[in-house]
């Protein structure tokens, strides 16, 4: 790592290329992609078992009650959103396909994500107590608003249906290892501080986890070879463009809103992230008998363009952290 950051290649992003291009070759089928399911939410438990063991009570409870940084988080996530994906349909059907609109649209429509926003917040040493309400209250409420927000702004069936089950994953995966690290906090805070590199690695090993299991499962769907290279190629573009506007006005947001550098942060990870975990199983029931795969792409490809951005992001924070100066973005 230290070797490439001398070229200003960042170790980490080669890493989520490196990923990408294995599950490309080799993506998970069957038993495999069962186990990687797994392991994945393995990593995400002791993600977030490790953050609970980190944080302070004290500071936990200044992160539950930072209600406009949580607020602000939510506004950027089912307002400013939903604008921009409104807007975008003069896009159709020069540049975009009815089907592929309507996928845009509704990625603008998913709640944020969890543990990549949080992640991205800790390695960027911003407020990860912040980013744990702000991630887990979008993601709790996105099981309501975004069947809601479709029905409103889409053309459905208006029989949308929401599944208790993800409240319930909500709750196992991530606020109870959470709580369970805050209860382990005093036997444990000790090792913590004094080998933070294990953080560290959950962290990033987390990250590259969620971006095989994504990538595997669209390989495996065969989403990625149902359209020519030169539409994917238009909608990366699309995706891309939609990602730096939204950098672009969670960073002018937080300043706006006198947020210090770690809230910063956290509008910035939390408010421009989109929820494939989420946006999937609500896809099929949202849009049964509509060829989902279709609509789902425009969710994927923007799901990997923010993960290797924001990592890209998380890192060049990071050191700066480490110097002086502050964040500039």
Not at 80 to 100: M, N, Q, S
Not at 270 to 293: H, Q, R
Request: aromatic content about 8%; proline content about 5%.
């Amino acid at each position: 790592m230290r070797f490439l950051s001398r070229f200003y290649i960042d170790g980490f992003i080669l890493s989520i290329f490196a990923v990408i291009a294995i599950a490309s070759v080799f993506p998970a089928r069957g038993e495999a992609a069962t186990g990687v399911d797994w392991a994945t939410k393995v990593a995400i438990g002791l993600l977030f078992l490790l953050y609970g063991a980190r944080l302070a009570p004290d500071e936990a409870l200044a992160g539950l009650k930072h209600w406009r940084l949580h607020l602000t988080v939510l506004a950027c996530t089912f307002v400013l959103f939903p604008i921009i994906g409104l807007a975008a349909r003069v896009l159709v059907p020069h540049v975009l396909t009815k089907d592929l609109y309507t996928g845009l649209l509704f990625l603008c429509l998913v709640p944020s994500t969890v543990q990549s926003s949080i992640a991205f917040t800790s390695i960027a040493r911003g407020n990860v107590a912040g980013a744990i309400v702000s991630a887990t209250v979008s993601n709790l409420l996105g099981v309501f608003l975004t069947p809601a927000l479709v029905i409103l702004l889409m053309n459905t069936t208006g029989q949308a249906k929401v599944d208790p089950s993800a409240v319930v994953d909500i709750v196992l995966q991530l606020l109870v290892p959470f709580f369970l690290g805050q209860l382990i906090r005093p036997k444990v805070k000790g090792f913590l501080q004094k080998y933070a590199q294990p953080t560290k690695l959950v962290d990033r090993g987390s990250i590259l986890l969620v971006v095989y299991s994504a990538f595997s499962a669209g390989m495996v769907e065969g989403i990625w070879h149902s359209m020519s290279p030169w539409r994917i190629l238009v909608l990366v573009v699309v995706c891309c463009t939609m990602l730096a506007i939204v950098l672009g006005v969670t960073s002018v947001i937080g300043r706006a809103r006198h947020f210090d550098r770690g809230d910063r942060i956290v509008v910035v990870f939390c408010g421009s992230k989109k929820s494939l975990a989420t946006g999937l199983p609500m896809a099929t029931v949202l849009f049964a008998g509509a060829p989902v795969g279709l609509i789902v792409l425009p969710l994927m490809i923007f799901h990997q363009v923010q993960l290797i951005t924001c990592a890209a992001l998380a890192q060049r924070w990071a050191r700066s952290a480490e110097q002086p100066a502050v964040m500039s973005e």
